[in-house]
């Protein structure tokens, strides 16, 4: 059963690996190397294993050099990656969304980033975070209410889904632009005007406004921006 586990299993797991990251172009020969150490490890120690756990240095060798010297390995050359990739995306985008309908309640404000993961950390880095990469938010904003929520970089299309009070429908509206890139550590304000949700740049005065939760002014769409999808929701 111990053979089974420690030496078929792995050999089984990394051709799997080894097949797939082939057909999907990133394969990485340096976890061949690494696996090939784990594997001349497993079979020492299953056929010598009486005799080196004996010997203190042959113990610390295979069970404190060779797996830092294999982590080592793994980790060379990723650091470009890491700062790109992981470190970038520590920062967050915060979203503002403004509603100055005095008509229309925003209920739900969704989101879908274009980016998909292709890494089962990557799968699992905003789910630990509380950071979806896609989902929505429950608010209740009625006229001149205001709410914010993080979001990682990238590429992303946004809707907002509201209710009418006068005649009690409920409406799925698309932002004005289909598709709109966050950038880390910066702010993006967005407003829902009745008709049109649409992104705006208020000045730093607005700002401040808008985060203290005391903006009570109406905001002009930007000319020449295209009027938002607005579709009735039916039962």
């Not at 299993?9 to 172009?25: D, K, Q, R």
């Not at 967050?92 to 950390?121: C, D, L």
């Not at 005649?167 to 966050?182: F, G, H, V």
Request: hydrophobic fraction near 40%.
């Amino acid at each position: 059963m111990g053979e089974f586990i420690f030496i078929a299993l792995p050999i089984i797991a990394e051709a799997i690996y080894t097949v797939y990251s082939l057909i999907e172009g990133e394969f990485n020969p340096v976890l061949l190397i690494i696996f090939g150490i784990y594997i001349i490890v497993a079979f020492v120690v299953r056929h010598f294993g009486n005799g080196i756990f004996k010997k203190k240095i042959l113990s610390f060798f295979l069970f404190l050099i060779l797996p830092i010297g294999s982590l080592i390995l793994g980790t060379a050359g990723t650091w470009e990656w890491y700062d790109k990739g992981y470190d970038a995306n520590k920062s967050t985008v915060t979203v503002w969304v403004y509603n100055e309908s005095s008509s229309e309640t925003i209920e739900f404000i969704e989101w879908t980033r274009e980016e998909k993961p292709n890494t089962i950390i990557d799968q699992y880095y905003d789910s630990i975070w509380s950071i979806p990469m896609s989902g929505h938010v429950r608010r209740n904003l009625k006229k001149n209410s205001v709410t914010n929520f993080n979001l990682r970089p990238g590429t992303y299309s946004f809707k907002i889904e509201t209710s009418n009070s006068e005649n009690k429908n409920e409406y799925s509206i698309d932002l004005t632009e289909s598709k709109i890139s966050l950038n880390a550590k910066e702010e993006i304000f967005l407003c829902f005007g009745g008709r049109n949700f649409f992104r705006f740049t208020p000045d730093e005065q607005t700002k401040i406004a808008i985060r203290s939760g005391h903006f009570t002014e109406d905001i002009s769409m930007p000319q020449g921006m295209e009027s938002s999808i607005k579709t009735l929701i039916e039962d």
